[in-house]
């Protein structure tokens, strides 16, 4: 493994009512965390081929390590998102080279299918700052009722030389969504948007 | 008697590799269980409150149970341990003294024979709030390697009718525990501190 990994975290959520009301069947969603080493932390390095190589492989693993949180099959996964919080010695391209290029592949061999593109956010900060994921369906981004997000931290990381990346992956949207637009049942799967 | 409306549930696991030192031949792993409840004592004062503890016992025990699922499935791994409790803005301190009672009854039934009181917390606190949950050894609160703390906390929870309740567990030390004192191969078993 090219990531050097100094912890890695999941979060597992179950919303079974909201305002009162029950949801049924609950929503649920899960982040799988891992806190790296930055090997480009304090310098400027024009070329960041390494990075993403980790991003290949942490598309891989936390894409799993969310799933087995969530305990479904990868396939009955319904939504996903991803992000990176990039520690005070690194820039924001860090976060980048990790989560476009190339997690996406991995991503999507673990959950079956994937139109859509993975909606991503990404910061520089210090322990314990916030990320927030954003959520979108996996097979078509207009579902409505699954523009969503999650919030994780974790209070010591990223310190100054290291990178959070996360993936979130959910069993369904909102918990009681009901602003119309596309539904997951009007998919055509088509183009990854409807 | 009081129904416990739980809103949520979230599981928290964190496998810690190193911090900055040797990588651990086996991985530290803490797990925290939050459950949000409706707090039926939101608002105005009430002056029985105690037989709310009994109803929360079977939220206990569920909670236990997802602790030891989230570190491995198997009590016996289990060493350290924590409890806490963040009262939404209509309720007070003392709502939070519930969980004490069923909190710790419900980690000593599945643990087995825990001897040592369960080291916690509460505080009153909007959605949001940290909570750092104390960790201490099941058998010896005295021994230092398992001195520990796990930070937790839900974006949207507690509002200010609500109770979020933690449990903590962990299966080791401090990933580089080494400012001596008492260690977990010394302990006695007898009054629950050394």
Known sequence: ?194 | MHDVLVRKRVVIAEEIFHEGGPVATKPLRRAAALAVIHNPFAGKYVPEIAGFMDDLNPLGLEMAKFLIAALGGVAKLIEGYGKGAIVGTAGELEHGALWHVPGGYAMREILGNAKAIVASTKKVGGPGTRLDVPITHINASYVRSHFDAMEVGIADAPKSDEILLALVMTTGARVHARVGGLKASEIKGEDGLR
């Open chain 1, 1 to 194: 493994m090219k990531a050097k990994i100094r912890k890695i975290l999941t979060f597992v959520e179950e919303t079974r009512t909201e305002m009162g009301k029950v949801v049924n069947p609950p929503t649920r969603r899960a982040a799988a965390a891992a806190v790296i080493e930055n090997p480009f932390a304090g310098r400027y390095v024009e070329d960041l081929a390494e990075l993403m190589e980790i991003g290949e492989e942490l598309g891989a693993l936390l894409t799993e390590r969310a799933v087995a949180a969530l305990g479904i099959p990868g396939a009955s996964a319904e939504s996903y998102g991803k992000a990176a919080a990039v520690g005070e010695n690194g820039e924001l391209e860090h976060a980048a080279a990790i989560l476009h290029p190339k997690p996406g592949t991995p991503v999507r061999k673990a959950l079956g299918k994937g139109a859509a593109l993975i909606p991503s956010s990404k910061k520089r900060g210090g322990p314990g700052v916030a990320l927030d994921i954003p959520l979108g369906h996996k097979d078509a981004a207009f579902v409505r009722s699954h523009f969503d997000g999650m919030e994780i931290r974790v209070n010591d990381a990223p310190r100054a030389n290291e990178i959070l990346v996360a993936i979130a992956v959910t069993d369904s949207g909102r918990p009681l969504a009901r602003v119309g637009g596309l539904t997951k049942d009007q998919i055509k799967g088509e183009d990854g948007l409807r």
